[in-house]
């Protein structure tokens, strides 16, 4: 019996190391994939323009991130936000994503725009 024990023990370590062995690279393939969206006015990614911030990865594969455009008014705001969130979704072991708004004056209506796409 105490066999048995042991060994379902030993079970469960392993399992709990693979979930989070699966998951330690997670947001490096977030960063990764958000290096691939493009603002078209600067030809830079979002990553290297620093357009998201606060990037929080929960083990179960949700994600938390802000963004937040170049300006105020930044007329790509919409379609960069909805890009951001798209890139994080493809991403194997993404199983949802919260996006924030940051310092954007139609960044209220873009926040029900991204709540909807998931």
């Given amino acids: 019996m105490k066999s048995t ?3 379902a023990l030993l079970q469960k370590f392993w399992e709990s190391l693979a979930r989070r062995t699966h998951f330690m690279g997670l947001p490096e393939k977030i960063e990764e994939s958000l290096a691939q969206v493009i603002d078209p ?3 830079m990614d979002v990553m290297r323009m620093k357009l998201v911030r606060d990037l929080k990865v929960g083990q179960d594969g949700d994600v938390e991130l802000t963004f937040r455009p170049t300006s105020v008014l930044c007329p790509l705001g919409f379609q960069l936000g909805i890009n951001i969130k798209e890139a994080v979704l493809n991403v194997p072991g993404v199983k949802s994503v919260q996006v924030h708004v940051d310092g954007f004056i139609h960044g209220e209506q873009l926040k029900k ?3 909807e796409k998931d």
Wanted: hydrophobic share 20%; glycine share 22%.
């Fill in 41 to 43: 006015e600067t030809g």
């Fill in 113 to 115: 725009i991204l709540d």
């Fill in 5 to 7: 024990r042991c060994g």
